[in-house]
């Protein structure tokens, strides 16, 4: 089995910074493509950052310039670094990640984490 772990979130002012992780552990194969998504009440879950195995980086228009998403390969970690924080990135973070199983290495699965809190106090 595969487990994502995320840590990090909290409570902040706005203006403020905040430094995201996500773990991925278990009976890992290999690990393509993680990224990071955040669900606001009421609201769909929608991307944030993504990055590939190879480093290449995607972020939403609402948060460019503010956000850094970044990767320790050898450690299987996946990180969100956000400065400039805004009441409207007050939201449930979430990891996601792309994966084989060492028991199906062939095949391709998506794991999600639990998810974080990120409330933004004006």
């Known amino acids: 089995q595969v487990q994502l772990v995320e840590s990090g979130g909290g409570l902040v002012q706005a203006g403020g910074s905040l430094r995201l992780s996500c773990v991925a552990s278990?009976?890992?194969?290999?690990?393509?493509?993680m990224g990071w998504y955040r669900q606001a009440p009421g609201k769909q879950r929608e991307l944030v950052a993504t990055?590939?195995?190879?480093?290449?980086?995607n972020y939403a228009d609402s948060v460019k310039g503010r956000a850094t998403i970044s990767r320790d390969n050898a450690k299987t970690t996946v990180y969100l670094q956000m400065n400039g924080l805004k009441s409207e990135d007050t939201a449930v973070y979430y990891c996601?990640?792309?994966?084989?199983?060492?028991?199906?290495?062939?095949?391709?699965?998506?794991?999600w984490g639990q998810g974080t809190q990120v409330t933004v106090s004006s």
């Open positions: 996601k990640a792309k994966v084989t199983t060492k028991q199906w290495s062939t095949t391709w699965f998506l794991y």
């Open positions: 278990g009976s890992i194969f290999s690990i393509d493509d």
């Open positions: 990055i590939t195995s190879e480093g290449i980086t």
